[in-house]
């Protein structure tokens, strides 16, 4: 079963287009080199975003949750406040071609 990883953030006050370049420029190539990696789906806003990313499998996302999301942490920790918000959930239906 695919699983899907819904992370939500606070971005720091006139962080927005620093925070989406980061992602384009640095989180989402990183994604693309972790196994099992599928899609990543970014959105902002205001001050608030989430990020929707989907995983060919339980044990790939998890393995991701304990190695690459630290990093990917370390590379937003300019632009956000907080701790972000993480909720994992089994892919029922998608239209996208997985």
Do not use: C
Not at 14 to 32: C, H, M, Q, S, Y
Not at 38 to 65: C, P, Q, T
């Amino acid at each position: 079963m695919q699983i899907v990883r819904n992370v939500q953030f606070q971005i720091k006050r006139g962080k927005v287009d620093e925070f989406t370049k980061t992602l384009a420029n640095d989180v989402i190539p990183a994604l693309r080199t972790q196994p099992g990696f599928n899609h990543e789906f970014a959105m902002v806003n205001g001050d608030r975003a989430l990020g929707i990313s989907i995983w060919k499998d339980r044990s790939s996302a998890e393995k991701y949750e304990n190695t690459g999301y630290s990093k990917v942490l370390e590379k937003l920790a300019p632009v956000i406040e907080g701790t972000p918000k993480v909720d994992t959930y089994e892919l029922a239906a998608t239209s996208l071609p997985l």
